[in-house]
């Protein structure tokens, strides 16, 4: 099972769409997010983020995760994403994220949000 799961809190009225914060690490990698069953994903990072890249990472067994690229095979990595909120139409198909840092950032964190 997932570290977190998108949507899990939501009510009732707002099951087509969630959302849920995501603490970023110190080093290596964050916890893994459930993004299954959401077809639009979007990324808002904190406003002090202390990494020059942050890679997105994606499984679908939630045990083995690669690097999500582009279908142009460019690797999907956010530069210094302070404060900024991304559509990432990549995501749509996988079942789990999570995010890999190079600085430590674990003061601050990125909202995955969701929509069907």
């Known amino acids: 099972m997932a570290d977190q799961v998108l949507?899990?809190?939501a009510s009732e009225r707002d099951r087509r769409a969630g959302s849920i914060t995501v603490t970023l690490p110190a080093t290596g990698a964050s916890d893994s997010v459930d993004i299954r069953g959401f077809a639009n994903i979007?990324?808002?990072f904190s406003s002090?983020?202390?990494?020059?890249n942050i890679d997105v990472e994606?499984?679908?067994d939630n045990t083995t995760f690669g690097d999500l690229y582009t279908r142009d095979k460019?690797?999907?990595?956010?530069a210094a994403p302070d404060g900024l909120c991304f559509d990432v139409p990549e995501l749509s198909g996988a079942?789990?994220?999570r995010f890999g840092v190079d600085a430590d950032d674990s003061a601050n964190n990125v909202v995955?949000?969701?929509?069907v």
């Open 95 to 97: 079942s789990y994220v």
């Open 112 to 115: 995955v949000m969701g929509k």
């Open 58 to 60: 994606t499984s679908f």
């Open 74 to 78: 460019t690797k999907v990595t956010f």
């Open 42 to 44: 979007t990324l808002q």
């Open 7 to 9: 949507g899990a809190f």
């Open 48 to 52: 002090t983020i202390a990494s020059a």
